[in-house]
Nanobody, 114 residues
Framework: QVQLVESGGGLVQAGGSLRLSCAAS???????MGWYRQAPGKQRELVAR???????TAADSVKGRFTISRDNSKNTVYLQMSSLRPEDTAVYYC?????????WGQGTQVTVSS
């Protein structure tokens, strides 16, 4: 069983930046990691994903503004968010996929004020 703990969310003005962190209780070395978000009344959606080989997929809405990265030595994945917009307001979740099981964190709230 892997536990994921997100941190770094908060309230920020439009145009500002935040960095989210997701710390795993076990090794992430051979696992794909991702950030997802869910706004009120909407379905959870992919923000960005990074494979164990470092391949990155990102939603069109965040390309050029958000960057996902990983530090395997710290078992941590990051989401650097810049040029934030009110429509980025959501609960952000970390996901770990090891090919046979999927784990989610508890989420961290990001609120962007206009």
């Amino acid at each position: 069983q892997v536990q994921l703990v997100e941190s770094g969310g908060g309230l920020v003005q439009a145009g500002g930046s935040l960095r989210l962190s997701c710390a795993a209780s076990g090794s992430i070395l051979s696992r794909s990691m991702g950030w997802y978000r869910q706004a009120p009344g909407k379905q959870r959606e992919l923000v960005a994903r990074i494979t164990s080989a470092g391949w990155i997929t990102a939603a069109d809405s965040v390309k050029g503004r958000f960057t996902i990265s990983r530090d395997n030595s710290k078992n941590t994945v990051y989401l650097q968010m810049s040029s934030l917009r009110p429509e980025d307001t959501a609960v952000y979740y970390c996901k770990l996929d090891d090919g046979s099981s999927i784990y989610w964190g508890q989420g961290t709230q990001v609120t962007v004020s206009s």
